[in-house]
């Protein structure tokens, strides 16, 4: 007999045990059942700068933890509770949704990030969900630096039953761009994905090869690309933050995905780059497989990172 398949909720829950352990010690170690004083609010404050939240949204959800709470003797779920609200406020105006099936046919997609992000296990996940919701998909390996890119691909698209398009090592990403998109509208696609490279000789030339292949896209199809789909990796901690500022300014992006929260117990570093991204949220990461990429919740993000059950 097969496991019964875990609900999306613990598997987020699962993901992230390695950042909710982290802050359910300290938690526990700094504030069960002594009143809240400033000197704990201090300590609070600080905790939530060392788990990667960084010091702006750290100081901004102390400040609603006190406003909840100060003076009060509190017990640890109390206080779990408090932070999970107060997380989740934070994070609640910075969830956006991914869903290529609302929108125009063919939606284009571009996955851009730093070598290693995700991008192509994001893209692969995301291609899984959309065929098996009944869409028609074509995955394109607009990475075409490396030819171990394009094979891993391969299998993604293979393993998601969808189409795949690809060219020989070093051809010209924009023009495969091209033409996969003209493919995708004669032959009435869904939705086209399109990987990037997450390295080329050095980063200008990176940043210049993205915007030739939106460029070149947007020459078959004005609105395209529909999504920009920054992939980010969590377990860089605070460097994330860069790589949003420079894909966000150099390229523009219309999304976050924010992969491996399972790997690091710096899964906090979602809340800071939420907060200084002009663009939202979108999707998560939560292991390897295929069906571990989650819409991204705000609330139920908060309540996982600091060790709660659903609500
Ligand atoms: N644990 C975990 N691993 C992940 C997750 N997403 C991606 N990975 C792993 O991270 C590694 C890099 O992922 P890729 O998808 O190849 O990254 P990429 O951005 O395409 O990398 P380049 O093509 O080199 O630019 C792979 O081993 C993935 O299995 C995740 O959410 N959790
Ligand atoms: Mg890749």
New binding site residues.
């Given amino acids: 007999m097969t496991e019964p398949k875990k609900g999306w909720f613990q598997r987020l829950a699962d993901?992230l045990s390695r950042s909710s352990k982290q802050m359910t010690e300290q938690v526990t170690a700094t504030f069960t059942k002594q009143p809240l004083t400033q000197e704990k609010l201090d300590e609070l404050e600080e905790m939530l700068i060392e788990a990667d939240l960084g010091p702006h949204s750290a100081a901004r959800i102390t400040q609603r933890f006190s406003d909840a709470k100060f003076g009060k003797s509190v017990d640890e779920a109390e206080i779990k509770e408090a932070l999970a609200e107060a997380i989740g406020e934070e994070l609640s105006s910075r969830q956006g949704t991914f869903d290529p099936l609302s929108g125009p046919r063919p939606y284009v997609v571009l996955?851009i990030?730093?070598?290693?992000?995700?991008?192509?296990?994001?893209?692969?996940?995301i291609a899984a969900d959309l065929t098996g919701r009944g869409a028609k998909v074509l995955v394109v390996a607009g990475?075409t630096f490396?030819a171990a890119?394009v094979e891993?691909?391969r299998v993604w698209a293979e393993r998601a039953h969808a189409d795949f398009m690809s060219r020989p090592p070093n051809s010209d990403a924009a023009g495969l761009a091209f033409d996969a998109v003209e493919r995708a509208k004669a032959q009435g696609y869904d939705v086209v994905l399109i990987?990037?490279?997450?390295?080329l000789q050095n980063k200008q030339g990176l940043m210049d090869e993205l915007l030739k292949v939106i460029r070149v896209v947007k020459k078959v199809e004005p609105d395209a690309p529909h999504e920009t789909l920054l992939?980010l990796?969590?377990t860089v901690g605070r460097n994330a933050l860069a790589q949003e500022n420079i894909f966000g300014n150099q390229i523009g992006v219309s999304g976050i995905v924010m992969?491996?929260?399972?790997?690091t117990a710096r899964g906090g570093v979602l809340v800071p780059v939420a907060q200084a991204s002009d663009s939202p949220i979108k999707l998560?990461?939560?292991?390897?497989g295929i069906d571990?990429?989650q819409p991204f919740q705000a609330r139920a993000f908060a309540r996982s990172l600091v060790g709660l059950e659903d609500a």
């Fill in positions: 993901g996955f990030g730093v070598n290693g992000s995700g991008k192509t296990t994001t893209l692969g996940k990475d490396r890119a891993q691909l990987d990037t490279a997450g390295r992939v990796d969590a992969t491996k929260l399972d790997g998560i990461g939560v292991g390897e571990d990429l």
